[in-house]
């Protein structure tokens, strides 16, 4: 079955210091791969998927086919970046996400 | 604003009772999605559907059932609550196709 992994429950990080949370997937084929956020007292939103290769709020990913890693990196964190982040997989020819169990950003001033 | 709304924020419920919660979507949306979410878990997938009165299980369907009778509302219902049910729930919509989902801003369940 289709998995995402999120190694880390929690990451800490200064104000400006790089982040980089870690999502790797299992999947034979080419996955549609998502990021997901979750501030405080928000709903949960998409942040970027692999496929638009855009970046969002400064974020963005990678997908590396090999390590099957879709990577989620920020060069400079900022306090406002702080949330619950979630990975989530899509398999093909269905429409249902799978997610991660997510890694708890924080960021000190 | 497109919305995905969950009728209640919080409720609380006795062991045994059988709990109603409720998503409606003005997107046109044709999937609908129910999730619970558990610290330490993620989100875990319940129940989904990809049309009006059609349905499937997710990963963890036990004690659970669902309901679509028109395509902007999808109601999901435990027959009999039980602590272990106590969790947030998140319902969520999609267009088919385009990826991405809309979430609502959950119903946080409290059985006792």
């Known amino acids: 079955a289709q998995r995402v992994t999120q190694p880390e429950k929690l990451l800490s990080v200064f104000k400006g210091a790089p982040v980089e949370l870690k999502c790797n997937y299992s999947?034979?084929?080419?996955?549609?791969l998502f990021w997901y956020v979750q501030y405080s007292r928000q709903r949960l939103q998409l942040l970027l998927r692999?496929?638009s290769r855009e970046s969002i709020k400064g974020f963005t990913a990678d997908l590396n086919k090999g390590e099957t890693s879709f990577h989620l990196k920020k060069p400079f964190a900022q306090e406002e970046d702080s949330a619950m982040y979630y990975c989530a997989t899509s398999p093909l020819s269905t429409d249902k996400l799978i997610f991660g169990t997510g890694t708890r950003l924080q960021v000190f001033p | 604003d497109v919305k995905v709304t969950q009728s209640s924020r919080y409720l609380v419920k006795r062991t045994g009772e059988k709990v109603f919660l409720e998503c409606v979507q003005d997107m046109d949306h044709e999937n609908m999605f129910w999730y619970r979410q558990d610290p330490g878990l993620g989100l875990r997938l319940i129940y989904f559907?990809?049309?009006?009165?059609?349905?499937e299980k997710g990963d963890i369907p036990e004690g659970y059932s669902v309901s679509r009778e028109k395509k902007e509302r999808f109601s999901l219902i435990l027959e009999s609550a039980s602590t272990n049910q106590t969790s947030m729930y998140l319902c969520?919509?999609?267009?088919?196709?385009?990826?991405?989902?809309?979430f609502g801003s959950g119903t946080r369940l409290t059985v006792v």
């Open positions: 559907s990809y049309d009006v009165k059609m349905k």
């Open positions: 999947y034979s084929g080419s996955p549609e």
């Open positions: 692999h496929i």
């Open positions: 969520a919509s999609s267009s088919t196709g385009l990826g991405g989902y809309t």
